[in-house]
Nanobody, 119 residues
Framework: QVQLVESGGGLVQPGGSLRLSCAASGTIVRIVVMGWCRQAPGKQRELVADINSSGTTTYGDSVKDRFTIDRDNARNTVYLQLNSLSPDDTAVYYC?????????????WGQGAQVTVSS
């Protein structure tokens, strides 16, 4: 099993910044992909960004050039730097991981971190 612990959410004013982190622990053999999705009220969950074990990144169109994802492989931790935030970025941000464990390749989700952008 893999556990994901997220931190860093909160309330921020428009134009501000936040940094989210997500640490994975458990019986991990290898992490393939780490990333973030978000879900705003009344909307579908959407990709924010992900990063594979080689460092290749993918970003959702709405966050390109504003958000940056990176990871610390030694700590099994992924980070998301959110800059130039707007009220449209208000959502619950979920960390996810695709990892190889002794049970094989599986996906795991964090509990979610609320990000609220408001003046």
């Amino acid at each position: 099993q893999v556990q994901l612990v997220e931190s860093g959410g909160g309330l921020v004013q428009p134009g501000g910044s936040l940094r989210l982190s997500c640490a994975a622990s458990g019986t991990i053999v290898r992490i393939v992909v780490m990333g973030w999705c978000r879900q705003a009220p009344g909307k579908q969950r959407e990709l924010v960004a992900d990063i594979n074990s080689s460092g290749t990144t993918t970003y959702g169109d709405s966050v390109k050039d504003r958000f940056t994802i990176d990871r610390d492989n030694a700590r099994n931790t992924v980070y998301l730097q959110l800059n130039s935030l707007s009220p449209d970025d208000t959502a619950v941000y979920y960390c996810y991981v695709k990892a190889v464990t002794y049970a094989g390749l599986q996906g795991y989700w964090g509990q979610g971190a609320q990000v609220t952008v408001s003046s």
